[in-house]
Structures are given as structure tokens and as C-alpha cells.
């Protein structure tokens, strides 16, 4: 048997949104490897090794996962979300361009899932109907600075924008420059969606105008997107509706 | 029975990339709308009315939808890829907002899909694996100086680009500009990935430096991913793999 290595997005958490071709990988899979909760989500089964690990060993995790399937095995490496976004498809292919160049003829293949924004996104309406952009805002693996710079800009191209990570225990001071940042440049009343654990029993939708948002609105497990200038709430009872129109008039 | 409207995408084509929330949906629905190709992938079955529509009449479907559910009817309103991103969803809260308010009271859920972009991205990689934005290159919805604008802006800020509808047969010459003008304002060999069908039978990957890209190299089934000045190729047999790293060194 030939061993392969497969990078799988199980989704924001609901197992209503894990895609048949995920869950196909994972019943022919001889090995499970992934972050603690995420391995977590899996049902064990004989023939099946589970290799949950700790945060912030992703690089560990992917030459381990590559080692095992160079030997032979079935390897499914798992991410929450979608594995392209902000998880552990990069770190995978950093880890066969800096390592054995046989690993470069495996068979690598990565299984797309529902990452978090576009589940907060379909939760509130339709707020990323128009162009938009998505930022990490952990500087845990780059400059303050150039995130900063990169909501400038944002705000100048009239940008959606969807941001992960907004809000770490132990650098909570990030989120609040953020706001500070849009609600200076922004100068309007664009809503802000915080959108937490969607599709888990735990889930919370908060829409809040920019001027109203504040820091403590968000958590590790929180998304947040801001509208463009010209995203719009429908009134109801209950949270609004919150889209942004498909056009421009010209 | 009371009625609901339920806005789902498909995913890019495979209905391996379907979730199970949106085949339940169908299985649950009275009427099915969309455009033409899209509610082709729906299979007919007793009690179930199919409403395929044109192109370009996404406001009158939209209020057709919404008039069904308010009498009544368990609507589903497919979408390729995901609902919200450049399709269906936008243009339903368009017509809630403009239309009847016991509209706003309707059972109204957007059910998330594989958007193009992201199953583009898994094919070729991990490029959008760091801080992205995501652009409409059709200039039928907004001037094109906002377009280009964009560009500039995001090129700037260094974001990974994904761009959707990059070149219609009618107006081939937007593509033709986004890339002379990616070609000078980057001045560099950053990969371009052109992704077409995606998870069909038609599937084609082609991955270029950006100096080598042409426009006829996209047509209207293209999601065309420009990476950022970090995105890596890594050699190998076949199509290079496609990566942008997770960090900026500090």
C-alpha cells in the first residue's frame, strides 16, 4: 500500500458541514494528526492511530505527518475551518520545500472545508457579497506594524474585511489598536459582526455599528468582519441582517 | 407547513464538496431556484419544483424566492461555491430590504459552500495561507477605476489575490489590464495560479510566474490567484506545488 497525505478542513464545527470527500479521507485513513480539539472531533476506530498535539508545534506536526506518510501511511492531517486559511496547509508544504526531496513526489492532496468567515459570514447575511479581505490579526508571526498598514489600506480600497484570531488572552491589546485604527479611519457607522463557535452550541452573533464595537466583544474563538462603507443591517426583531450590496453605481 | 427560504451553495462542481446541511435542505424542498447550470446538479424527484433562470436576472429571482417562501413554499436558492461570495445571497437581502417588511420576519438561512477560490487554492497548495484579499475582476457591477484602484491598494499591502470572473468573453480586456498592471506594479516572479473547473471532469491547473501570465490563459470557469511577494513554488514533477508562508520574520 502507497502512502499519502491528506490536508482536511473539518469545518467551523458542526459535522453538518464537513464535506463527503473529508469524511471519505478520514474512513481510509490509518493516521489522524492535528491540533488537541480538532483530533478530538474524530471517532476512533481499529486500524486508526489518533496523534493529537499541543498549539504552536505546527512544523513538528507537519514533518511528522510527512514522515509517516513517506513510510506508507494514510495520513490525514486535520485543521478547523478550511486548511488553506490560516492553518496547517502552509506549514505542510514549508515543510517539504525545506525538507527530503522525496517528499516532494508524495501524494499530497488538500481537501478544501468551510473556513470560519464565510460560516459568520452566511450566519449574519451576506456581508462578503462584494470584494473583501481577510487578515490574521495574531502578530505572533509577523510585525504589528504590518498589520497596521495592511488596515490602512483596507479601509482605502473600500474593503469587507474578515479577521482571524482577533483576540488572543494574552495579547488583548491588538484588537483594541484595531478598533481604535478603523473606527479613526473609518468615521461611520458600518456594522461589525462578531460571530462566536458558529455552528456549535455555543454559538453567538453580536452586530454592533463600527462606533459601538469594542475589544471585549471578541475571543480566541471569535470571528469578526467588518463591513465596506457600504454594507448595510436590515432592521427585524432579533440580530439584524447584514449584507453588502453587489454593486457600485457607475 | 410554514414556509422558509434557505440560500446554499453547492461548492465548485463535485458533489463530494457538498455538505450535508445543503443536501438535507434539498431533500427538504418544495422549489429549487437558480441560475440554469446550477439547478441542472439538482435531481428531480416527486413534490419538488425546479425554477432554473437566466443569467443577469438575479434581483427578479431573488424576490420569485422570497414571494414563495412567504406563501408558503420550503425554497432552496442554489448557488455555485458559496452563497455569499459573488453569488445568490447578496442579491436576496437586496430584495428583502427594498421589498414587502413581513419579508424581514421570513425563516431566511444561508447555508455555506466550498467557495471557488478556496477549492482553487487546495488544488494548487496553500497560497492564500497567509493575509489575502478577494476581488470581482467583472466591471458590470462598478466602475472599473474602483477595480484598479483595489489592485493598486492591495499590491501595497502585499495581499495574497484571488480574483473571481476574471475575463468574460464580452469584455476579455479587464483581465488584460489587471495583469499589465500586477506585471508593473509588482515587478516581480510571484507564482499566478490559473484554476479552471475546478473538481469537474474539465478540471486544468496551470501555474506561471506572473511575468509569463497572458490573458488568454483565464476565461469566465478561471479563478485566477495571484500570490503575495512571499508565495513559494516548489518543483517537482507536474504542476509545482504553490505556498505562502504563515510568517513575516520580525
Known amino acids: 500500500m502507497t502512502g499519502w497525505l491528506v490536508i482536511a478542513g ?27 480539539p480538532y483530533v478530538a472531533r474524530i471517532a476512533p476506530r481499529p486500524g486508526l492511530t489518533l496523534h493529537p498535539t499541543d498549539n504552536r508545534v505546527e512544523m513538528d506536526r507537519a514533518r511528522h505527518a510527512l514522515a509517516l506518510a513517506a513510510g506508507g501511511a494514510r495520513v490525514v492531517v486535520v485543521s478547523s475551518g478550511d486548511p488553506g486559511v490560516f492553518a496547517m496547509a502552509s506549514a505542510i508544504f514549508e515543510a517539504v520545500e525545506a525538507g527530503d526531496p522525496q517528499w516532494r513526489a508524495l501524494d499530497i492532496r488538500v481537501l478544501p472545508g468551510i473556513t470560519a468567515m464565510l460560516a459568520a459570514a452566511a450566519r449574519a447575511g451576506a456581508p462578503l457579497g462584494h470584494d473583501f ?43 483594541a489598536r484595531t ?33 459601538e464595537a469594542r475589544p471585549e466583544m471578541a475571543d480566541m474563538r471569535t470571528m469578526v468582519i467588518v463591513g465596506s462603507s457600504r454594507t448595510r443591517m436590515i432592521a427585524r426583531d432579533g440580530v439584524p441582517f447584514v449584507y453588502t450590496p453587489r454593486s457600485i453605481p457607475k
Do not use: H
Open 133 to 175: 479581505c481577510t487578515i490574521n490579526l495574531s502578530d505572533n508571526l509577523k510585525p504589528w506594524a504590518v498589520i497596521e498598514q495592511r488596515l490602512r489600506l483596507a479601509v482605502g480600497a473600500d474593503f469587507a474585511m474578515a479577521f482571524y484570531n482577533p483576540r488572543s488572552a494574552s495579547r488583548p491589546e491588538g484588537f
Open 179 to 211: 478598533l481604535e485604527l478603523l473606527q479613526q479611519a473609518c468615521n461611520d457607522a458600518r456594522p461589525v459582526i462578531f460571530a462566536r463557535a458558529v455552528s456549535t452550541s455555543e454559538e453567538v452573533l453580536t452586530v454592533v455599528p463600527l462606533p
Open 10 to 36: 473539518l469545518g467551523p464545527g458542526s459535522d453538518a458541514m464537513v464535506t463527503p470527500e473529508v469524511t471519505q479521507a478520514l474512513a481510509e485513513a490509518s493516521d489522524v494528526i492535528g491540533y488537541i
